[in-house]
Nanobody, 124 residues
Framework: QVQLVESGGGLVQAGGSLRLSCVAS????????MAWYRQAPGNQRELVAA???????DYADSVKGRLTISRDNAKNTVYLQMNSLKPEDTAVYYC??????????????????WGQGTQVTVSS
């Protein structure tokens, strides 16, 4: 079992920045993929960004060039640097961990563990 705890959410004005962190309860060295998802009220949970154990990344088109995912295996932590935030980025952001390379990054079933989420609110 791996527990994931997110932090760093909050209220920010449009154009501002936040950095989200996701700390795992044990080593993520052998975790195949770590990802950030988000879910806004009335919407389905959607992939924001993913990163593999080898450092390959994938992003939703809506966040390319603004959000950056990274991982620090020594600290069992994954980050999401969020710049140039927009009101449409408002959502609960979830961290996810997938042990095996099964399916696309955007498939929620690829991931075995999920955090409780952290709220990000961007005001206009």
């Amino acid at each position: 079992q791996v527990q994931l705890v997110e932090s760093g959410g909050g209220l920010v004005q449009a154009g501002g920045s936040l950095r989200l962190s996701c700390v795992a309860s044990r080593s993520i060295f052998r975790i195949n993929a770590m990802a950030w998802y988000r879910q806004a009220p009335g919407n389905q949970r959607e992939l924001v960004a993913a990163i593999t154990s080898g450092g390959s990344t994938d992003y939703a088109d809506s966040v390319k060039g603004r959000l950056t995912i990274s991982r620090d295996n020594a600290k069992n932590t994954v980050y999401l640097q969020m710049n140039s935030l927009k009101p449409e980025d408002t959502a609960v952001y979830y961290c996810a961990a997938g042990r095996y390379p099964i399916g696309p990054y955007s498939d929620v079933d690829r991931y075995d563990y999920w955090g409780q989420g952290t709220q990000v609110t961007v005001s206009s």
